[in-house]
């Protein structure tokens, strides 16, 4: 059986950790170098809104909410498939990351993967990172309540059943309150030295 060319890295870690910047900065430092990187964010595929995703009811307003923090929150079976189809192209890249929270929970996503990594924060460094970027409006909704109690009665919660307990699959370990210029070369490292054994066979 012929070896996929491509070698395929996950990023996982909560929300706030650091996870999309160090993938972004990532793939940018291979910009000038031999190997060709792509990435994929999971949250492209996420289901918007209450349609076709799962929802929660939330205790403090009764109102109907989607679950943005849950395995089902996504298209995993697009995702997996828009995987397969890239590697398998004849331009395929050399690497191609895939970054979200639950890249290392769903089991069709992690069973794909050849070098797993997970980014690691203190929860309330996540949370003040969070609240900051909503109320940026980078999210939509920039009420400060509505933050907070997404935050408390959703993220958190996911985080805990689902984020957390995937770092048990990383290869490695990564903090998300680290320097980033140090990290992302040795990453850079390990890739480069797994794409060399798989190019030995």
């Known amino acids: 059986m012929e070896t996929r060319k491509t070698l395929v ?3 996982a ?7 999309t ?5 990532l793939v940018e430092s291979f910009e000038d170098s031999e190997l060709v990187v792509e990435l994929f964010n999971l949250d492209k595929y996420f289901y918007r809104g209450k349609e076709g995703g799962p929802t929660f009811i939330s205790p403090s307003t009764g109102e109907l909410m989607p679950h943005n923090n849950h395995p089902n929150s996504a298209d995993n079976a697009r995702l997996v498939a828009d995987m397969d189809t890239r590697c ?9 990351i895939v970054e979200g929270l639950m890249t290392l929970h769903v089991e069709e996503i992690r069973s794909r993967l050849d070098l797993r990594l997970f980014m690691e924060l203190d929860a309330d460094v996540r949370a003040v990172r969070r609240i900051w970027r909503d109320m940026s409006g980078a999210r939509g909704n920039t009420d400060p309540k509505f933050i907070g109690t997404y935050y408390l009665e ?16 990383a ?6 309150d680290a320097d980033f210029q140090r990290t992302v070369p040795l ?12 190019r030995k066979g």
């Open 9 to 11: 890295v996950g990023m």
């Open 13 to 19: 870690g909560g929300s706030a950790s650091g996870k």
């Open 21 to 25: 910047t160090f993938a972004r900065q």
């Open 88 to 96: 398998s192209e004849v331009d395929a890249p050399d690497v191609l």
């Open 154 to 169: 959703c993220a958190r919660v996911g985080h805990a059943l689902y984020v957390e307990p995937s770092r048990v699959h």
């Open 171 to 176: 290869d490695l370990i990564l903090r998300g």
């Open 187 to 198: 990453v850079m490292a390990v890739i480069r030295d797994r794409v060399t054994q798989r």
